[in-house]
């Protein structure tokens, strides 16, 4: 087969493909977003805030005079459909600032509680900002409000967009239990514990009310990813290794943090890591030049397996999608997709730059019609495969690949080159400008970008949202095993109970087992807790490994290089009195050392203690099934594909304990 796909680097005439895709693509109004959001009707009711220009009141009406002229132009007026607002204002911005909207960058740094200005991002015309910090609701505000300031006393008033990771879970947020940071969930395999996609999408609604209350408008996540190596420390973002139940939670999830449509309640989703980031050899991650690849050794895993939650995502209108800093490696099994020449099946460029991809296979294949994010600094230093270019032509081949903004971008320069340079037409800048004015006006920031900081705090402390949270929690363990019938401790034996806690690890001088011996007391004082366990009937040890993505050491061995440094000690525990053992499970964590000896096993993912005190105390039934299959032992890691979901390995890959049960997927007793 020819190689009939043409060359991107300095081409002056669009192929056919591509015009196709921009004229489908600028069309994007009438095809990604509903027709009532087009016809906006006049409402008497537009919240319309300024704090730097002024405010145009006609008839009545109150509309925000952005580039300080005095009169009202289209993109100020919000009773005129999107695209004629969209479309007048990039007529009035200049080459520079379409450009500069095509960057993300840090949040301005904060000192004393104040955003520090002149920044050099703001200035350079970006537009969207992540924010990283913890603190509570109402600062988080508090910080929006002065970047918002800032924006909008530019020459054209564009709002700034705030982004972020997930927020909502210990995982990502360690300060999650403190006061004033957001409804407390359990992670995302937990919530794929609990089987329950409504459940997301309830979890969703709950948490985009809270972002945007904080003036957080778009969203890193979630991660569409299918946890096929057990060894990719990023399993712990997914919603565990079955394509089927992952679609479900990410079409719910999307639902609910966006709405059915795009609207100023909502939090525009960035569905991740394009085409899939959990096919990897050995755990590899490709922010590092080991895991530069993606590779399928399994003939149509991409699409069996892969590519099915992206659908999901497609279907449910995510805003937008994240391709993977990886390449496609041509030492993969035949995948079935049409091939990028006659010798290779996959062009060796990293997913943000592959136009194969993202314009032939995402846009033309899976008819995504929203805008392509590029993950942070994967142009600059993760374009694998094209490092060699000069940086103007990495930038260039991204956006003819059907690239539309780019995360982690100190300098846009390189972009205006590509332009001046020939290599980009300005019209495929337009093209992205207006993906971006679009989300920005959908979400009603050019109408009223500014939170009330006391609101975003009470909606934060919401004890109805936290209730709907703590269900989640309990319904998201899973009882792996309960040696005659150990739990539940019941009242009428609890006089009996004398119950020895650990938690491994368990901190310096021992806080963390500390903390959770108090939040036991505190949830269920019934129990009788010993600080010795020769005093003990019974313990409970609740085992924590993480693997850390940036040590690049991919492991799931439950020791020191998971943080648990006294493996033995937990063993020791297990053998002198009945012990519940907790394990969280933030990977597939190898429990051939800490497993046999328990007298019950749970599974964890990242769940509240209190959730698991009424789980052991009988309170609640144990309804939650594994989202992931546990490997036998480390011969079954090095075995298996990388490409494939556990439960569709070998017969001998999953773990099974004493009782013959399996802990592959969906397993899960109650009681």
Known sequence: ??????????????HTRYIRNTVLCMLVFVLAFPMELLEVQAQNNVEVETRTKAILTIEGKRYRDLNNNGKLDPYENWELPTENR??????QMTLEEKVGLLTINEFPEIQDSKVVFPNKFLDQHTRYFIYR??????VIANHTNQLQEAAEASRLGIPAVVISNPRNHPLTIPVIEEAGQFSHWPDTLGLAATRDSGLVRRFGEIAAKEWRAAGIHKMYGYSADVATDPLWARNQET????????SAMIFNVIKGFQGDVLNKNSVSMTTRHFPGGGARAEGRDPHFKEGQYNIYP?????????????KAAIEAETTSIMPYYAYPSNESAEQGLPHFSENQQFEEVAFALNEPFINGYLRDELKFLGYVNSDTSAVIDRAWGAEDLPVEQRFAKAINAGTNIFSGVPNPEPILNAVNQGLVGEEQINRSATYLLTEMMKLGLFENPYVDSD?????????????VA??????????MRNDNNLLPLRDENMAEVRLYVEMFPGGENGQKTEELKQKIRNHDNSITIVDNLADATHAFVWVQPFQDLFANNPTVVI????????????????????????INFSNPWLINTIEPNAGAVIGTFGTKAEAVVDMIRGKYNPVGKLPITIPANQEAVNNEAGDVPGYDEDPSYPYQDKAGNRYQYNFGLSY
Do not use: C, W
Not at 133 to 138: F, H, K, N, Q, T
Not at 239 to 246: D, S, W
Not at 563 to 577: A, C, F, H, P, S
């Open 1 to 14: 087969m020819k190689n009939n796909l043409p060359t991107i680097i300095g081409v002056k005439k669009m």
């Open 455 to 467: 609101q975003a705090l009470a909606i934060a402390d919401n004890p109805e949202s936290q209730k």
């Open 470 to 479: 703590d269900d989640a929690h309990r319904r998201s363990i899973v009882l």
């Open 559 to 582: 020791g020191p290089e998971t943080g648990v440094d006294q493996v033995n000690r937990i063993v020791e525990i297990q053998k002198t009195v009945p012990t519940i053992t907790a």
């Open 239 to 246: 919603f565990g290794e079955n394509p089927e139940l992952i």
């Open 298 to 310: 399994t003939p149509g895993s991409l699409l069996k397996y892969h590519i099915p939650p992206f």
């Open 86 to 91: 969209v479309e007048n204002l990039l007529s």
């Open 133 to 138: 910090e913890m603190p509570s609701a109402d």
